[in-house]
């Protein structure tokens, strides 16, 4: 791949214009565990870090060059602010979103007898596939659609691939953070293929976030609101978010301590001002800061889909909300968190395409990950053929009237969890019983570990593909070891 000299100093590199590029149709490449471990040594996750920090350095207050360090100088950068410009590549990029919003009312819902999600999404995705390269044309930059590229390639059928990724599934009729992650490497596309202006303070980036992907969520959410989108792949109540998690790491380094350019993101501290982050657990507050700030923006959506406490509901994120050390130390725990639960995670990234601007190749620098219990508990193709619903019958017989698991006081457990990770992988209902979460009392809201614990033993681990050659050093000091990311 060619790239740009120019690019080099900071960021995602660009490519170089002036050579011909052979642009592929992207492909599924993700079908085991062990796709994934080689996944987290491509050049695809190396590209799709280095743009998900470019972009959350520059959501954090900045100073100006000439202004002293006094947080009463700094710019802050709400998400209704008026700070922000947007470039005519932005507004552009702003209509298609508008445009794919148009397409909702275009589409009636279907008033018919249904279980989940409402089939007329399914209507709804059809119209942007039909329409997708048209779209595309009509509102991308020209240097994007013009890129000098091989006669027999086109970059428009390589973006439309992420494109048409970033809205949810047509087929299970659900939403989650694999399309969000699409979304993401459609945005990395374009600025790889030179659609946005030049930037080193971050103004760019800024642009991008507040002007695409914070509109990018709200037509989501109106989706999800409209044809009822079930959460894809979601932990359930023990998720971070049934859909998204982008906005939790731009919203905490909204709140995070002003820096200058040249300065490294930091891990503790936050904005003069801020509110605390148990505020979330209040929904007037919540409210009242929604509209400036994209965490609380994820928070409110929670609580105009979700009924009852925010600790039970949401217990994740209650955990977090017990974080003393600031709201930059939340948003370097939302970092390793999303390396975690998101790219490191075969549910998510199996649907993940690769093709010439996200490639399968080995990033050279790379460091091969270690073993984890949770990479040795990916699928694998072996384990769905050699463990079927007959054999699970034998070893454990189903009894007839049963009693729902947690109806007795004793039960017995099998020896090993290879079977149901086995009927996951197969897609075929698990006969074998998992370890009851204890339950708490309703009237005892405590901030627990558990869940937090299990994301920091996974995140103390350093993730692979790191190559701090020519990007900022911060992305590789911030997934090194460290004690759990909210640790109090």
Same mark, same amino acid.
């Given at each position: ?15 170089? &214009? ?47 060059? &000439? ?25 552009q990029l ?23 999600g409402?089939?007329s ?21 020209s240097?994007?659609?013009?890129? &000098? ?23 299970r ?28 303070? #971050?103004?760019?980036e800024?642009?991008?976030?507040? #002007? ?7 037509l ?32 905490s380094?909204?709140?995070?301590p ?11 501290g ?20 929604r ?5 609380f ?17 949401s ?23 999303? &390396? ?12 993940f ?64 969890? #290879? ?5 996951r ?52 000091s ?11």
């Amino acid at each position: 791949m060619a790239r740009n000299s120019e690019s080099k100093s900071f960021g995602l590199e660009k490519l170089d &214009n002036s050579i011909q590029h052979k642009f592929i149709v992207p492909v599924k490449k993700i079908n085991t565990g062990q796709d994934v471990t080689t996944f987290l040594v491509s050049r695809a996750y190396y590209d799709l870090m280095t743009f998900l920090m470019q972009l959350n350095k520059a959501m954090f207050p900045h100073y100006s060059d &000439n202004s002293t360090s006094d947080q009463k100088t700094a710019q802050v950068f709400e998400t209704n602010t008026s700070a922000v410009t947007f470039s005519q590549t932005i507004l552009q990029l702003q209509e298609l979103i508008r445009t794919l919003g148009e397409i909702i009312d275009e589409v009636p819902l279907d008033t018919g007898p249904r279980r989940f999600g409402n089939v007329s999404f399914r209507k709804w995705h059809a119209h942007i596939e039909s329409r997708g390269e048209t779209l595309l044309r009509q509102f991308l930059p020209s240097q994007v659609c013009s890129f &000098n590229h091989e006669p027999d390639s086109d970059p428009i059928s390589e973006l439309r691939a992420y494109f048409l990724g970033s809205f949810g599934s047509p087929q299970r009729l659900d939403y989650g953070t694999g399309h969000e992650l699409s979304f993401l490497a459609f945005l990395a596309c374009i600025w790889k293929l030179g659609g946005f202006p030049s930037s080193r303070s #971050g103004s760019v980036e800024r642009e991008i976030v507040l #002007g695409l992907i914070e509109p990018y969520l709200a037509l989501i959410r109106r989706l999800i609101l409209t044809y009822t989108l079930e959460p894809a792949g979601s932990h359930g109540v023990w998720g971070l978010d049934d859909h998204s998690f982008i906005p939790y790491v731009f919203g905490s380094a909204q709140y995070g301590p002003p820096i200058r350019d040249s300065d490294r993101v930091p891990t503790e501290g936050s904005l003069v001002g801020a509110p605390d982050p148990a505020s979330v657990t209040k929904a007037a507050l919540v409210e009242k800061a929604r509209n400036s700030n994209m965490y609380f923006g994820a928070i409110g959506f929670i609580y105009d889909v979700k009924k009852g406490p925010f600790w039970e509901h949401s217990p994740t994120l209650y955990d977090i909300s017990g974080v003393r050390a600031g709201w930059a130390k939340i948003n370097k725990g939302m970092i390793k968190m999303y &390396n975690v639960e998101v790219l490191s995670k075969f549910p998510v990234v199996q649907h993940f395409p690769f093709g010439s601007l996200f490639s399968w190749e080995r990033d050279t620098n790379a460091v091969e990950p270690p073993t984890s219990a949770h990479s040795s508990s990916q699928p694998t193709r072996e384990s769905a053929a050699s463990v079927s619903i007959s054999s699970a019958s034998m070893r454990y017989p189903v009894q007839e009237g049963t009693q729902a698991p947690l109806a007795s006081s004793r039960m017995n457990y099998p020896e090993t969890i #290879g079977g149901m990770q086995a009927s996951r992988a197969s897609g075929q209902p698990t006969l074998i019983a998992a370890s009851p979460r204890p339950v708490e009392p309703s009237s005892t809201p405590v901030r627990r570990a558990g869940p937090i614990e299990t994301v920091a033993n996974h995140a103390n681990m350093r993730p692979s593909g790191v190559n701090t050659s020519n990007t900022d050093s911060h992305m590789a000091s911030i997934l090194q070891p460290t004690k759990a990311p909210w640790a109090k």
